[in-house]
């Protein structure tokens, strides 16, 4: 079956959950797509290999077109070497410290704490090869094909109604938006994103597995696959228009 459009959620660091999920994927052809929902950095501990392996490894494994979006943590990380932004690298849970000693090829643990030097260079984003940070420049905010709207976070509204992305004032809401009436009222265009981990959207809806809050969400018109990879998750892939699951976890039983 050609023309499949398979969509890839929040990997965050996680170069081991990304492998297990490509390796479940089925074969593709030059008529699929992969499309990376963005944020591929911070949190877990290999961020400079998951971005080698989408920039580099897979357009050699694969013979699908491949479409990786920005999301709001490489956002980030654009806006620190911009400018600084220390509101971004501090706070632990933004997991910034995780890229930094990924791409300085030191180890890095869950709980560790952040040097004085590492803060030093960490704090306008030195350490990212400029290659690197022109392939983050040059990720797009959204993609879209006949099978649906592909964007990091969601959609924003006006009076008239919801926007599509090419009429977005501004397109840093792609990446950054987050609110509860795009996931239970938009009724466009079906829209696949990530951003909000699934534990975090309304169980009441058809969109959760009850049994298991951290499965995929979804309502017909908006699917979201963030389902926490890099921060105790794992990472979820959905193939369009056949709305088939892949999972790197072991399926619950």
């Given amino acids: 079956m050609a023309g499949r459009t398979i969509a890839i959620g929040d990997i965050h660091g996680d170069y081991d959950a990304l492998q297990t999920l490509l390796a ?4 593709l052809d030059a008529e699929d797509t992969l499309v990376f929902l963005g944020d591929y950095v911070d949190r877990g501990p290999h961020s400079a290999e998951v971005i080698d392996l989408i920039r580099n490894e897979l357009p050699k494994r694969t013979k699908a077109q491949i479409r990786a979006l920005r999301g709001n943590h490489e956002d980030g990380w654009i806006r620190v ?3 600084g932004w220390p509101e971004f690298v501090i706070p632990a849970n933004n997991g910034c410290l995780a890229t930094y ?3 300085a090829k030191k180890p890095f643990s869950e709980g560790d ?11 306008n984003a030195s350490f990212i090869p400029p290659d690197v940070l022109a392939w983050l420049r040059d990720l797009p905010f959204w993609y879209e094909d006949e099978h649906a709207i592909y964007v990091h976070a ?3 509204e006006n009076e008239q109604g919801w926007l599509h992305p090419k009429d977005t004032p501004n397109p840093l809401y792609l ?4 609110t509860l009436r795009f996931f239970t009222e938009y009724d466009g265009k079906r829209v696949i994103c990530g951003h ?11 969109g959760f597995t009850p049994e298991d809050p951290l499965d995929i969400w979804g309502r017909d018109k908006v699917f979201v696959i963030d389902t926490g990879c890099g921060k105790g998750g794992f990472l979820t892939a959905l193939e369009l228009p056949n709305l088939t699951v892949y999972e790197s976890r072991m399926k619950p039983v």
């Fill in 154 to 156: 969601g959609l924003i």
């Fill in 81 to 83: 070497f911009d400018g």
């Fill in 24 to 27: 479940k994927l089925p074969e």
């Fill in 196 to 206: 909000t981990s699934t534990d975090n959207l309304p169980p009441e809806l058809d």
């Fill in 113 to 123: 704490f952040m040097e004085p030097e590492e803060f030093a260079v960490m704090q």
């Fill in 175 to 178: 990446l950054w938006v987050r």
């Fill in 101 to 103: 000693r990924s791409f």
